[in-house]
């Protein structure tokens, strides 16, 4: 048995795992705690940011309209921060009024406008396309129905224009508080293959159910709520530096 100790909320607290040999899953060892990106280390680091509290309040926005205008302005090709600049601009031009309905130019007019991003400002990328996107899925939702899992609910929003799996999962995510769905993106796929979890020849685009399915037995084997471990993954991911996951990478070969 391993046993992790670390100083947290002004004292010292410890958990335990099994051996470092032990099998997580089929195939997947459980490596040591210590060791960087095994699933020892994420299950370590999901304990400590509970215990601390981070992480627990993930939405974007006040309600579902907000929290989709936040990750569909977000996502692939975009950083988060200039995202999230995008989305203020929207919100604080009054567009994302629950019912409302915004027509495509008036929005892109917004997201055409440069946005302050660090010490400066930058411009938004593809602020055409995702204009139409959300004039669309402001549209749909002025007759949606929520549906009440959150499966049912993700699945519904992957077929509002613009959205796919991976968005739509986001957004429940978010909105729910929900442990039901992963939210796969570059980051959860690159730790996900380096503890050998996801076969390299599985794609989002073709296969999101079965990569899904593997994230959230992976999280119930390492005793952590799949919310947690999506974020936690997906923040420490994009901050480490490329050299210093390509170390971990190589030595784990």
């Not at 048995?1 to 997580?24: K, W």
């Not at 730790?191 to 685009?205: E, I, N």
């Amino acid at each position: 048995m391993q046993i992790m100790h670390a100083y947290l909320g002004g004292r010292t607290r410890n958990v335990s795992m099994p051996p470092a040999d032990d099998e997580v899953l089929p195939g997947v060892l459980w490596g040591a705690f210590d060791e960087l990106m095994t699933p020892a280390w994420w299950a370590g680091q999901c304990w400590q940011q509970d215990v601390l509290g981070r992480y627990a309040d993930l939405k974007l926005g006040r309600n579902l309209t907000e929290e989709l205008a936040a990750c569909l302005l977000g996502g692939f090709g975009m950083p988060a921060e200039l995202g999230l600049a995008a989305y203020s601009a929207v919100r604080a031009e009054g567009m994302l009024a629950v019912g409302s309905a915004v027509d495509a130019l008036t929005l892109e007019a917004v997201l055409m406008r440069p946005l302050a991003y660090g010490d400066g400002y930058r411009s938004y990328r593809f602020p055409r396309q995702k204009a139409c996107y959300l004039a669309g899925c402001l549209k749909r939702l002025q007759n949606f129905c929520e549906p009440e899992s959150d499966r049912g609910l993700r699945d519904a929003l992957a077929t509002f224009p613009g959205v796919g799996l991976k968005t739509a999962s986001w957004v429940v995510r978010n909105y729910r508080g929900s442990h039901a769905v992963a939210v796969l993106d570059v980051h959860i796929l690159r730790a996900g293959r380096h503890v050998g979890l996801f076969p390299r020849r599985w794609t989002p685009q073709s296969h999101y159910s079965a990569l899904e399915s593997q994230f959230l037995a992976f999280a119930s084997a390492i005793k952590v709520r799949a919310g947690l471990l999506d974020a936690v993954m997906w923040d420490f991911m994009r901050r480490m530096p490329k050299t210093t996951v390509g170390v971990a990478q190589g030595a784990n070969a």
